[in-house]
């Protein structure tokens, strides 16, 4: 099954893919009802027999192209369970197949799956379950209708909930009974002085502001353009961006992007790891986002702190990555040659810590945040949680503090035992932090030289704990942006965005680890790695990640392009693009 959906592209749960019908429709999309044939409910027919008859008629009728054969259903209310299950009906034409939200029942299999009682969801809490749900229940190479939900103002959201179809049902609907719909919420036409929007139905709208049909009309307009947009953002990678700032149109909406944070596996299992979109961080609902909270934990858990009396907490700076900025190459000036004597951690809002080696990883390169000088309760509990567990892991002698403002008063107040200079950039504040940091690094132990801390850090974290000392074990050296064995052999590069990328020989020394592999079948696998050619894969590979791919015939990297779970889940799509590949011979 699944021969007719596949996923192309993925931001988050938002997927662009592709539904082989008799037209090609590019998902998430609006479906219509030329596009699929319903069986519909089985009391419509006198018996099962009947039903299981016109499925089957279904199927045989669709002479004039490829369309979407819904199956019949057995309604039931919503929270219940079928009334009758229906045996699974085998067939190679696109198929669909109702859901019925919240049931334990596992779902025949399908192309499609519509969500029954989509339109009523909602209440925030009943819609996020019941699409979550459906979308753990269901195998990730298929797609999710909704029908009857989707207006100008949610599509976006729901989207980014996971849903790939939905149709201009409610917006007609509403059309008809004089409800005018923008991007920005909906109002009965008969209240708006002016028509904000110049289409041509809105034109013809002006003198007679009770044709439905022309309020149909207008609102399915914006429910296309607003699909046009929404594909665009996940191409661009900043769906989520563009969510946060669309769920504010009502509170029901921004409600539901909260409740959706909750259910953080959910989000984090289809994040990827890496986006070309800049990260902006523009509410509070930022804080939640897994890239935060992902990076939080890989600095806490994954990474380990070179071995160092002294600490430097510094703030962040607009500029990234953060030593390019004006601030911070006045502290290095500050700093001079006791750089080699200490540590440097940077304190920012949402990421909370970025010690410096990772200041090139993502987000860390890449996010923007609203400067106010201001550090809110939420995000300073944020910060000193994520402090504390560091200082628990990461031990110095001394800890300067180069704060300012609500920053050092945020930290300082949490009772961090640390010499606070007051931070600033001025003359003055830059020799308090010339002095402080002469008197710390007194008698301290000079560190590693700080390119090899980069290249150990970024192994940790990419790769999980251990990984950084088995990539640096024995005698290595670098040359530019390359990482070599004693022999002068690549052990691994670090790339222009800031992450690392293995050379084969790197890979070896990472692959006993166990982590972020890729078992496939007997083959020699050539280019792209197709997802029924993954035997099993590690659970923890998101897309973006550099994985080690291997088989009984084939060695060798790639970069995913799905999580490892989807690539053991999926019959269809590119689980990997291969970069190098030894053939075993046999
Ligand atoms: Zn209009």
């Not at 919420?185 to 139905?201: N, Q, T, Y």
């Not at 004597?341 to 990883?361: D, F, G, K, N, Q």
């Amino acid at each position: 099954m699944t021969k007719y959906f596949e996923v192309l592209r993925r931001d988050g749960p938002a997927r662009l893919g592709k539904l082989l019908l008799e037209r090609q429709i590019g998902t998430p999309s609006l479906l219509t009802t030329d596009d699929f044939r319903s069986a519909g409910s089985i009391f419509r027919h006198s018996s099962l027999e009947d039903a299981a008859s016109a499925a089957q008629a279904l199927i045989e009728s669709r002479a004039e192209g490829k369309m979407l054969a819904i199956m019949p259903y057995a309604p039931a209310f919503l929270r219940a369970e079928p009334s009758v299950i229906l045996p699974p009906t085998k067939m190679n034409e696109p198929k669909g197949v109702v859901l019925q939200p919240f049931s334990s029942e596992e779902p025949d299999e399908a192309d499609v799956y519509v969500l029954a009682f989509a339109g009523v969801l909602r209440n925030p809490r009943d819609l996020i379950s019941a699409v979550v749900g459906a979308r753990n229940c269901i195998p990730p190479d298929t797609a999710l209708y909704a029908p009857a939900l989707a207006t100008p103002a949610n599509l976006a959201f729901l989207v980014y909930l996971g849903i790939d179809l939905l149709d201009s049902t409610r917006v007609v609907a509403d059309g008809l009974l004089g409800r005018y719909h923008t991007r920005d919420g909906v109002w009965d036409a008969k209240d708006l002085s002016e028509l904000p929007c110049r289409c041509e139905h809105c034109r013809k709208l002006a003198d007679k502001r009770d044709d439905g049909k022309l309020l149909a009309a207008h609102n399915l307009l914006k429910l296309e353009e607003e699909l046009l947009v929404v594909r665009e953002t996940i191409r661009s990678e900043n769906i989520r961006e563009y969510v946060e700032r669309q769920v504010r149109v009502t509170p029901d909406l921004t409600a539901s992007l909260r409740v959706l944070d909750q259910e953080h596996r959910y989000l984090e299992m289809r994040t990827p790891q890496q986006r070309r979109s800049t990260f902006f961080a523009n509410t509070g609902e930022s804080l939640q986002r897994v890239e935060v909270t992902r990076f939080a934990e890989r600095v806490i858990q994954r990474y380990k702190a070179p071995q160092s009396d002294v600490l430097l907490l510094l703030p962040c700076s607009a500029r990234k990555p953060y030593s390019m900025s004006r601030s911070h190459r006045l502290f290095a000036e500050a700093i001079g040659s006791h750089h080699r004597y200490l540590h440097e951690l940077i304190l920012t809002s949402p990421l909370a810590l970025v010690p410096r080696e990772l200041e090139e990883v993502y987000p860390a390169a890449s996010y923007d945040v609203p400067v106010t000088g201001r550090w809110d309760l939420e995000e300073r509990a944020w910060l000193c949680k994520c402090l504390d567990a560091y200082l628990e892991k990461n031990r110095y002698a001394k800890i300067v503090s180069h704060l300012d403002g609500e920053l050092e008063e945020a930290v300082k107040s949490h009772g961090i035992d640390a010499v606070y200079t007051g931070g600033g950039t001025n003359g003055q504040a830059l020799a308090r932090l010339s002095e402080a940091i002469a008197q710390a690094c007194h008698g301290a132990a000079r560190l590693p030289d700080a390119r090899l801390l980069r290249y150990r850090a970024l192994a940790d974290v990419y790769f999980g704990s251990g990984a950084g000392e088995a990539l640096l074990a024995g005698k290595v050296q670098i040359r530019g942006r390359e990482l070599q064995d004693e022999r002068k052999k690549p052990l691994a590069m670090l790339t222009v965005n800031g992450a690392l990328a293995l050379s084969l020989e790197g890979a070896k020394r990472i692959e006993p680890l166990g982590r972020y592999i890729v078992t496939i079948g007997d083959f020699m696998p050539k280019g792209s790695l197709l997802a029924p050619g993954v035997v099993d894969a590690d659970s923890e590979i998101r897309p973006g990640d550099e994985v080690i791919v291997r088989g009984k015939f084939a060695w060798g990297l790639g970069k995913a392009k799905m999580s490892g779970w989807e690539m053991v889940a999926s019959r269809r799509g590119v689980a990997a693009e291969l970069r190098h590949m030894k053939e075993i011979k046999q």
